[in-house]
């Protein structure tokens, strides 16, 4: 799912607000937690998941197209990590 599907979807559930408005609430969602992550914090949605800051180390990398040697810097990446009850819901769906 795409974010404008998302809207869509949150939109047809929603006949009381319009699509600017639930796009609207979805930037300020998606807003918060890249803001929360960028500080270094944690965002758990409960029954989803967590998303979280992890440290990559800096290493050795090699180019592809020459094969050289290059360094590569260390850097932050998100981490999800799935809740329980969605980990149920995939594995119920995958048991029928």
Not at 62 to 88: D, H, I
């Amino acid at each position: 799912m795409i974010r404008s599907e998302l809207i869509a979807k949150l939109a047809e559930e929603n006949p009381h607000l319009t699509n600017k408005d639930v796009e609207r609430v979805v930037a300020i969602i998606l807003d918060g937690i890249c803001d929360t992550l960028a500080e270094g914090g944690r965002v758990e949605l409960r029954g989803f998941g967590a998303f979280s800051v992890r440290s990559r180390a800096g290493r050795a990398g090699r180019n592809p197209r020459t094969g050289e040697t290059v360094q590569v810097k260390a850097k932050a990446v998100p981490f999800f990590k799935s809740g329980k009850e969605l980990r149920e819901r995939l594995n119920a769906s995958a048991d029928a």
